[in-house]
Structures are given as C-alpha cells and as structure tokens.
C-alpha cells in the first residue's frame, strides 16, 4: 500500500465520530415569566452518547441555569423521565442516534405534573398515590423464627411489577391522568400489584379497595400508553387488568 493510501486509511479511522445537533428545550423558570418558552441549543455530540449527556454539555458549557433531575445515569432511579420528541424515555437510556439527529430534538418535561422549572415537575401527587397504596408487605401474627418461604412459581406471579423503578414515564404518559390528576394512575396500580399478588402478603383485599374507589383502576381505558413508555418493559397494561379482574372475582 502507498503512503498516499495508508494516509488516507489512517485519516478515515481518526474521523472524528461528532456531529452537531441541535436540543430543542422547553424552558420554564417562575421567578422570570410566567410562560414556559422553547430554547435551542446546538451541541457537538457523539451520535452514540445519550440525551442526559447532552443535557450535561448545555448544562456544563452552555447555560448553568438549565435544570433537571438525574442521579444514577444508568437507567436505575428512575428520576430523568423527560418527554423526548414528543415520547416518555429516560434520558439516561436514550441513544441520539435513534432520534433521528438531523432535526432538532425536542426535550420537555412529563405531562400531567406541575413543572416546578425546566424539565422539573412537582412529583408529590404521583408519590402520594403510591403511599396511598401501601407499597409493602402486610403480614398478620407473629414473625416467623425462619424465612417467609415462597415457591418459585409464587414468586413469579408478581415478578414484572418488582421491576417498577418509579419514574413516572407510565403515569405521565396517560390522558385519564392528564385531564384528572385524582386518578392513581398506572404506576400505583403497578405497585399495588406487586403486592396484592405476593402470595406472603395479607392486605390484597385492602389495597383491592383502596383501588375500587372512583379514581381507581376503572378510570383506566386502555390506552396502553403506560406499557409502551415504560423503560422497563413492565407490561403495565397488563398489570392494570390483573387487579380490575382480581376485584371482580376476588382471587389473586
Ligand atoms: S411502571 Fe414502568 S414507567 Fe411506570 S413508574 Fe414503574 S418503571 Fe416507570
Ligand atoms: S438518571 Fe437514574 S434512571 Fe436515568
């Protein structure tokens, strides 16, 4: 091979993986304006880094007052869920390449919450339907001197909804949420499921109640909205029939 040759082969290999792309932002700040604006940014980025790695650079080089939420940056504590071309995603799990780059990409916060600033939203009415469910295990009588045992097809009956990692995508993703924030939402209901089916638990019954009530599962109308947006796959939908048929025949 020529020197020309190896030349140019080494150039192709050193070809810098960087593009420009420019994040469409949904700005809010209510210590400026009552009005929530759209802000553009263009960054240098390699196509294969994540959205929240781009929200860093603004962040970092761009515009220090950009906020938002992130913690554990590997899809784990749930608390980046952002609307990201007009979809819930974590962006922490969201690849720039897979949003179509050559336009700009659009990040806003999650519907149905109030945006507190930026892509911040008040989550205390999505928290407090998850406590309202009582998210642990209710158990009677003494405490066993050993284990709580449970086969491995008991535990497998609720295992999907262990994965919930409580990052509203599901929630915010609903339009009975969007027009009602009364409604408990999927990801309570997800949460009470994985309770209601534990065969150790013993308040099934309650938290069958609790979910009865005229702002529970029967406000759902399958839109299946929820199962699409969650980032753990949990087939919410699915979940949410569980509980509306458990309540019918009162077997779980
Ligand atoms: S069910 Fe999925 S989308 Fe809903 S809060 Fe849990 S992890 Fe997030
Ligand atoms: S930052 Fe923790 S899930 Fe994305």
Redesign the pocket.
């Known amino acids: 091979m020529s020197t020309a040759t190896l030349d140019k082969v080494e150039a192709n290999s050193q070809a810098s993986p960087y593009i420009k792309v420019t994040f469409r932002l949904r700005r809010f700040n209510p210590e400026v304006s009552g009005e929530a604006t759209w802000q553009d940014f263009e960054v240098e980025i390699d196509p294969k880094e994540r959205v929240l790695d781009a929200l860093h650079k603004i962040k970092w080089d761009l515009d220090g007052s950009l906020t938002f939420r992130r913690s554990c940056a590997h899809g784990i504590c ?1 608390s980046d869920a952002m609307r990201i071309n007009g979809r819930n995603r974590l962006a922490c799990k969201t690849l720039i390449k897979d949003l179509n780059p050559g336009k700009p990409i659009t990040v806003e916060p999650i519907k149905g919450l109030t945006v507190l600033k930026d892509l911040v939203v008040d989550m205390e009415p999505f928290f407090q339907a998850y406590r309202d469910v009582m998210p642990f295990l209710i158990t009677k009588g003494n405490e066993p001197t050993r284990e709580r045992r449970q086969s491995a097809e008991d535990r497998e009956r609720f295992d999907d909804t262990t994965k ?8 915010s993703s609903c339009p009975v949420f969007w027009n009602d924030g009364q409604y408990f939402g ?2 309570a209901i ?1 949460n009470a499921h994985r309770f209601i089916f534990d065969s150790r638990d013993e308040a099934g019954e309650q938290r069958l109640e609790i979910l009865n009530d005229k702002d529970g599962v029967w406000r759902c109308r399958t839109t299946f909205n ?1 199962t699409d ?4 796959g ?1 087939e ?1 939908t699915k979940a949410i029939q569980e509980v509306k048929r458990a309540l019918i025949t009162r077997r779980f």
Do not use: F, K
């Open positions: 749930g919930c990692i409580l990052c509203a995508a599901c929630t999927p990801a997800v929820c947006a969650c980032p753990r949990i919410v």
